[in-house]
């Protein structure tokens, strides 16, 4: 793990998680979203973010917005941001009826503020996303490569070009979001992407790097025996 140039981002809403991660020493930001959200069971949104920058004062964390009309959008963002310097806002590329954030981006990237624009899912949309932004702001482009892959489309060669989208203009950092398997920390190192966002799930298996294959064969041999043993299971 230590040859990796990619930044691992740690993917959630539960407190006590994000604040588990953040001991390691190992991520180097944090993202939520509203789903991720509703699954915590968060039921007052500035609450939770004001605490988690209470024990976060030192890495990127993004906080989205919530309303779907863009004039509210841009209310939201501008609260958002307000309460940290370590936030980033989070757009989502187009609002539920489909129509472009483009116009709102350039307008919040206008006011220099740090945006994660997320959703992505098309070069389309990450040109036009990284031509909205003001040189010299800090922002962070969201491909959403796992949503890519389970539409049975290969992200790789998508997330190599939009990486060079991204680098040409400073300060544009490019996210591998969704990942489904470890494995996609390395894919998403050798496309060039700066950062990957990981659910506890999938930082729970950083362990396994490194270990043997045999190794990882035998464990799982021994799992499949405490499990039989737990249920008493017997064919004979």
Request: with cysteine.
């Amino acid at each position: 793990m230590e040859k990796l140039k990619i930044k691992i981002y740690a993917d959630g809403a539960v407190v006590e998680d994000m604040l588990e991660a953040y001991r390691t020493g190992n991520i180097k930001g944090f993202t939520t979203n509203p789903t991720l959200m509703k699954q915590a069971g968060i039921r007052d949104y500035e609450q939770f973010a004001k605490e988690v920058l209470q024990n976060i004062p030192d890495r990127p964390i993004s906080f989205e917005v919530f309303s779907d009309d863009f004039a509210v959008m841009e209310e939201e963002a501008k609260k958002i941001a307000s309460w940290g310097t370590n936030v980033y806002i989070k757009i989502p590329i187009t609002n539920s009826v489909g129509e472009t954030s483009i116009p709102l981006i350039r307008k919040l990237s206008g006011l220099g503020y740090s945006l994660n624009i997320t959703a992505i899912l098309t070069l389309t949309q990450v040109r036009e996303t990284v031509n909205a932004f003001t040189q010299g702001t800090t922002n962070v482009v969201s491909v959403f490569a796992g949503r890519m892959a389970d539409s049975g489309v290969d992200p790789v060669p998508v997330m190599k070009e939009a990486a060079a989208i991204c680098h040409a203009k400073v300060g544009t950092e490019l996210l591998w979001a969704s990942p489904r398997e470890l494995l996609n920390i390395f894919q998403a190192d050798q496309c060039g992407c700066d950062i990957i966002t990981c659910t506890p799930a999938i930082l729970g298996k950083l362990p396994n790097v490194g270990k043997r294959l045999e190794q990882i064969s035998l464990e799982t041999v021994q799992m499949f025996s405490k499990d039989i043993q737990m249920l008493g299971y017997s064919i004979v």
